[in-house]
Nanobody, 125 residues
Framework: QVQLVESGGGLVQPGGSLRLSCAAS????????MGWYRQAPGKERELVAA???????KYADSVKGRFTISRDNAKNTVYLQMNSLRPEDTGVYYC???????????????????WGQGTQVTVSA
């Protein structure tokens, strides 16, 4: 009932930029925290950046000053602007969102943890 669709990945040279987008759709009552994670080959998935519904942000130390996370609440979309990309930024980037849904019969609100399908980012000369 809830879907996250990512876009914007690709191949870029070191020092280049990419902008990832992730749009949430479906039966949504409220979107709480949103974030981007990445997984490099042979490594565990790690948090890259996160943003609350109020706009507070946090970043992994490795991307501070280079990446910017933002969101458009009217469009249920989160973005990740990635500048000064390095080869070590290569990986599959996943969008994550904490989304509340409401049962209109019982008025019970439940929060779920949702993931996008992932988008490949490759930084290479």
């Amino acid at each position: 009932q809830v879907q996250l669709v990512e876009s914007g990945g690709g191949l870029v040279q070191p020092g280049g930029s990419l902008r990832l987008s992730c749009a949430a759709s479906g039966s949504i009552f409220r979107i709480n925290d949103m974030g981007w994670y990445r997984q490099a080959p042979g490594k565990e998935r790690e948090l890259v950046a996160a943003i609350t519904s109020g706009g507070d942000t946090k970043y992994a130390d490795s991307v501070k000053g280079r990446f910017t996370i933002s969101r458009d609440n009217a469009k249920n979309t989160v973005y990740l602007q990635m500048n000064s990309l390095r080869p070590e930024d290569t990986g599959v980037y996943y969008c994550n969102a904490q989304i509340s849904q409401i049962n209109r019969m019982t008025m019970i609100i439940r929060q779920g943890d949702y993931w996008g399908q992932g988008t490949q980012v490759t930084v290479s000369a």
